[in-house]
């Protein structure tokens, strides 16, 4: 199985901050890694696909980058409404896995 | 649009059964690999299981091989999954994903229900 260390677990920042996450795969997965938000009590919502690519609708302060193993979600100015949990996924193989989450809070 | 709903949670004593049911729209459904992802109370996501498109390769977590069957019915636009001998380590809300593996048409973009919670308690 494909192992995803994402880290930080959890975060504190303030607004206007630029957070980073980063995740990290067990093995060589190319560019098949997506990064979901979750809010509480709410299914996880797909922000970036294959990568870097944003899904449509999502605000351009969110980016991902990276191929290989190694994996990094940027939010260039943090806003109130991102205070959430962040996953990343592999879809590079069975099973699918999952980041262990990085749950981001206003300082 | 896609749609996936959930319905069938609810609470079951351990070793009870219980059918989750995914009622999906907006898509051609007969068309895309589907999967159960779960969550439990507090925790990350653990995917369940996986069934392609026609419903002929099926693949499961080891944590519910030989305990949970995947299904569908694309004549119906639905997935199922029944579970049985359940144990209090199974509770968790249940998400019906449209998601995939890199070579599927259901990838990249993973598309999810908003759940149905599982408890399993005396």
């Known amino acids: 199985d494909i192992q995803m260390t994402q880290s930080p677990s959890s975060l504190s920042a303030s607004v206007g901050d630029r957070v980073t996450i980063t995740c990290q795969a067990s093995?060589?997965?190319?560019?098949?890694l997506n990064w979901y938000q979750q809010k509480p009590g709410k299914a996880p919502n797909l922000l970036v696909y294959?990568?870097?690519n944003l899904e449509t609708g999502v605000p351009s302060r969110f980016s991902g980058s990276g191929s290989g193993t190694d994996f990094t979600f940027t939010i260039s100015s943090l806003q109130p409404e991102d205070i959430a949990t962040y996953y990343c996924?592999?879809?590079?193989?069975?099973?699918?896995?999952f980041g262990g989450g990085t749950k981001v809070e206003i300082k | 649009e896609v749609q996936l709903v959930e319905s069938g949670g609810g609470l079951v004593q351990p070793g009870g059964s219980l059918r989750l049911s995914c009622a999906a729209s907006?898509?051609?459904?007969?068309?895309?690999?589907m999967n159960w992802v779960r969550q439990a109370p507090g925790q990350g996501l653990e995917w369940v299981s996986y069934?392609?498109?026609?419903?002929?390769?099926?693949y499961y977590a080891d944590s519910v091989k030989g305990r949970f069957t995947i299904s569908r019915d694309n004549a119906k636009d639905s997935l199922y999954l029944q579970m049985n001998s359940l144990r209090s380590e199974d509770t968790a809300v249940y998400y019906c994903?449209?998601?995939?593996?890199?070579?599927?048409?259901?990838?990249?973009?993973?598309?999810w229900g908003q759940g149905t919670l599982v408890t399993v308690s005396p």
């Open positions: 996924q592999q879809y590079d193989n069975l099973p699918l896995t």
């Open positions: 994903a449209r998601m995939g593996i890199y070579y599927d048409r259901s990838a990249p973009k993973g598309y």
């Open positions: 093995q060589d997965i190319s560019y098949y």
């Open positions: 069934i392609s498109s026609s419903g002929s390769t099926i």
């Open positions: 907006g898509f051609i459904f007969s068309d895309y690999t």
């Open positions: 294959d990568a870097s």
